[in-house]
């Protein structure tokens, strides 16, 4: 158990519709990092926080979005969803904002299915 | 721009054999490599890093992986295989000189051993 908590652990949904996806880090990690796992694309880095704050955004659409809240626990929404945003969602801690020799702990993902 | 190539979808072997997994990289500044594992149904798991220090790099379960700078590979290695080592490995890099903290990983390569 890797200590990253994320719900729910399946979500199917319909097109047009809007999801949140949750995550809690590790007790004292202050990083949350998100990820996309699809067959076709790989693990895609979505985004990263820190404490709260936006550090480093990779390829997320502007119909996602996410925060950090103060507890350091972390939402990722979903809007407008298409069939292509059908992945699995990872959700992943560190302790530190830099972590460039540090590795990440991964909860054990959403499976998005937009019907 | 940092990437990860891993050039077999698939490695078969057979149990007691050694094993590979292949793993290329390309980043601009000094180059932090790790390998992670997935389980079905379970979020990535970290094996083995190199940071810096010796090329030979020894992780978890009996898993190890060699850093050559010329050839710009870091290959997963384990001496004799096991039909529980069977999951997807996903080979990650991380400019260590670059204050971002993006991980950009491979596609991954899914090893099945063979009893």
């Known amino acids: 158990d890797s200590g990253v908590t994320q719900t729910p652990k399946h979500l199917i949904t319909a097109t047009g519709q809007r999801v949140t996806l949750r995550c809690s880090p590790r007790?004292?990690?202050?990083?949350v990092y998100w990820y996309q796992q699809s067959l076709d694309q790989g693990l895609q880095f979505l985004i990263h926080?820190?404490?709260?704050?936006?550090?480093a955004k990779g390829n997320i659409l502007e119909r996602f979005s996410a925060q950090q809240f103060p507890d350091l626990h972390s939402e990722l929404n979903l809007s407008s969803l298409e069939l292509g945003d059908s992945a699995l969602y990872f959700c992943?801690?560190?302790?530190?904002?830099?972590?460039?020799?540090?590795?990440?702990?991964f909860g054990s993902g959403t499976q998005l299915s937009v019907l | 721009a940092q990437s990860v190539a891993q050039p077999e979808d698939q490695v078969n072997v057979a149990e007691g054999n050694p094993l590979t997994v292949k793993c290329t990289y390309s980043v601009s500044g000094n180059p932090y490599l790790f390998w992670y594992v997935q389980y079905p149904n379970r979020g990535l798991q970290f094996l083995l890093k190199y940071i810096t220090g010796d090329n030979l790099v020894k992780g978890s379960y009996g898993f190890e992986a060699e850093f050559n700078k010329s050839q710009t590979s870091f290959h997963l290695k384990k001496p004799s295989a096991l039909v529980s080592d069977s999951a997807l490995y996903f080979c990650?890099?991380?400019?260590?000189?670059?204050?971002?903290?993006?991980?950009?990983f491979g596609g991954g390569t899914r090893l099945m051993v063979k009893p």
């Open positions: 992943a801690s560190s302790s530190q904002v830099r972590a460039t020799n540090e590795k990440l702990f």
């Open positions: 990650a890099v991380r400019d260590g000189n670059n204050a971002g903290n993006k991980l950009t």
């Open positions: 007790s004292g990690d202050l990083s």
């Open positions: 926080y820190y404490n709260g704050e936006e550090r």
